[in-house]
């Protein structure tokens, strides 16, 4: 009788245009494991059907872990005195990427800290670069920039970028980004969508101070806005941060926020992010299967690798490149899935994903 009950709200909150907080609330509260194995099916349904059996790749390469931010829980954060910076060169993203090509993958993700010593015009010409040599999509996740930045690089081609919102709490967002504005951001979202790029965002789960509710409005934030794609993790304490002795996100929390955003976002591409399969084993499989279609192999050089270290035990820190193709057609194969090779542009129906404006 209760797991009915489950499956009622369930699709309630799947067929909402807006889906009412507190029953989000309720489902994030789940501890009854027959429950929560009722909500992870049925995201795995919505996935299915929305999104295929296929999990797409996207490579990432984490280029600079310079940067100017001092957000609390980040292990990359200006404070940190104790990390050595390092910034590729163009030719070692290009050589970097090259690799990630002869892994058949067709999506890059640029990613580094927020590094004011990354010029605009610099990384215009290794996007530049990289279109004209590769046929492959590029995503940049560089942060806040100015909007001319974003055009110039529009204009070069990237086609998608991520900036995570990490809370839509502006008052839980103030509280650990000192020196940032959430109206900023939401300010750069917009100026990325109206831009044409296929916009990811995102939320840490179990940030200190964060709560159900305030978890379940980050949710109906997603839904609200649309994202094409959206990265769900939890938090992993970093023993350099003012957060170091704050207790870590809990896995199942994590996997119920991503389930839950399968559900009322529908077809908006969802990673098995990192962070899941960092924690005490690897979660991503999980994520898999309640939800995500998306797995993000680490091309970072080796030597670069531990050195981006935004939270501590990082998946993959050692693997050698390349290692990650294995990996990720195993994962597939163990959950009756495939990996798709396609460049997986967003299922989103929007005609300025074409245009060069
Ligand atoms: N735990 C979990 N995720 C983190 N991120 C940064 N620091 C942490 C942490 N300690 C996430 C943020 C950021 C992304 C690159 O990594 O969401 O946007
Ligand atoms: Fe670098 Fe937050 S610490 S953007």
Redesign the pocket.
Known sequence: MKYSVVKTILNKIYTSRVPDPGDLEFVLSLRDPEEIREVFTFADKIREKFCGKGIALRGIIEFSNYCFRR?F????NKDNSKIKRYRMSRKEILDTVGRLVSCRIKTVVL?SGEDAGIDAAWLEDVILSIKSRFDIAVTL?VGERENEDYRLWRRAGAERY???I?TSNEKLYSSMHPGMDFRHRIGCLNALKSLGYQTGS???V?LPGQDLKTIARDILFFKKRDFDMI?I??????QN?C?TDKP??DAGLALKTLALTRIVTRNAHLPA???LG?LDRDYRPEGLACGANVLMPNFTPLPYRKLYE???QKRCVSEAPGACGTCMEKMAKGLGRFVDYSRADSLKKRDQFTAHS
Request: proline residues 9%.
């Open positions: 957000c829980y980040c292990g990359i990613q996740s991520l900036l995570k990490e995102g939320i840490i179990g990265g993790g939890p938090f992993i304490p970093h941060t957060f870590g996100g992010t990192t962070a960092s935004i939270y501590p």
